[in-house]
């Protein structure tokens, strides 16, 4: 139970639960590497629902096989639902109060900023890498980010379908690139 | 807007979304359009799951409190 970073209380919910989970798994404790991190993360984009409990079942499976997916799902959701149904009952008793209004809007524009950060470290790897494999692959890498974001912002109902193409668009790419080394 | 239909809409939102809340365009716009919640709901449980712990898609949690208690 200690050792599930998943129970630690995280003030600004999903991403600073991700960046919590990524400082202990990967910086911390060593049990996932920046690479598979970076991997798993990518990989949940694709998957219907909340990504960070997809990522906490990769995770899980990886750390403790089926039990560590039981144990990872109880250390994320055991403490976070309970108490998310408590904060919105104490908040409809106190959702008149003007600066609760206030503090509720303020949150928001904090919660971007955590965002971009994390995303930040997150696509640092993976743009290097395609940097180190050449030109080509770095090009595709950085307009499929602009692209992608660029779509999701005009049509946000999207997302499942720019994930598709962008890994359709990334099998392509891999097939015009040349081989180097055995990384598969 | 009967509880069937308010559960296939969170399901069907969940379904063919990815991300904490990639089922908000979907729920936002069938909630709305049934008058199952008002934008301010919307925010409020936004705000909600920004500040609880855990994924932020625990927002939906604060969404159906908001709108049809527990």
Redesign the interface.
């Known amino acids: 139970m200690p050792d599930s970073p998943d129970e630690t209380p995280s003030a600004t919910a999903g991403l600073a639960t991700l960046a919590l989970i990524r400082g202990e798994f990967v910086e911390r404790r060593g049990w996932v590497t920046e690479d598979e991190f970076a991997r798993y993360w990518a990989l949940v984009q694709a998957a219907p629902g909340i990504n960070l409990l997809a990522l906490t079942i990769l995770i899980g499976r990886k750390t403790g096989g089926a039990v560590g997916v039981g144990l990872a799902l109880l250390g994320l959701l055991a403490p976070s639902v309970p108490i998310t149904i408590l904060l919105t009952a104490g908040y409809e008793h106190i959702r008149d109060v003007r600066w609760v209004h206030s503090a509720v809007r303020g949150i928001v524009p904090a919660t971007v900023g955590v965002g971009i950060c994390i995303m930040s470290q997150m696509a640092l790897p993976v743009l290097r890498a395609a940097r180190a494999r050449g030109a080509f692959a770095f090009g595709i890498a950085v307009t499929t980010v602009i692209v992608s974001a660029g779509i999701v912002l005009v049509q946000p109902r999207a997302v499942v379908v720019v994930l598709l193409a962008a890994g359709l668009t990334g099998a392509a790419a891999a097939i015009r690139e040349p081989v180097a080394g055995g990384d598969a | 807007m009967t509880s069937a239909e308010y559960f296939w809409t969170f399901l069907e939102a ?7 809340t ?5 729920l936002h716009a069938d909630l709305i359009a049934n008058h199952a919640a008002t934008n301010q709901q919307f ?17 939906v ?2 969404l159906g ?2 709108t049809r208690g ?1």
């Open positions: 969940s379904l063919f979304s990815t991300g904490g990639g089922n908000l365009p979907s925010a409020e449980a936004l705000a909600i799951g920004q500040m609880s712990p855990g994924p932020t898609g625990l927002w949690i604060g409190y908001l527990l």
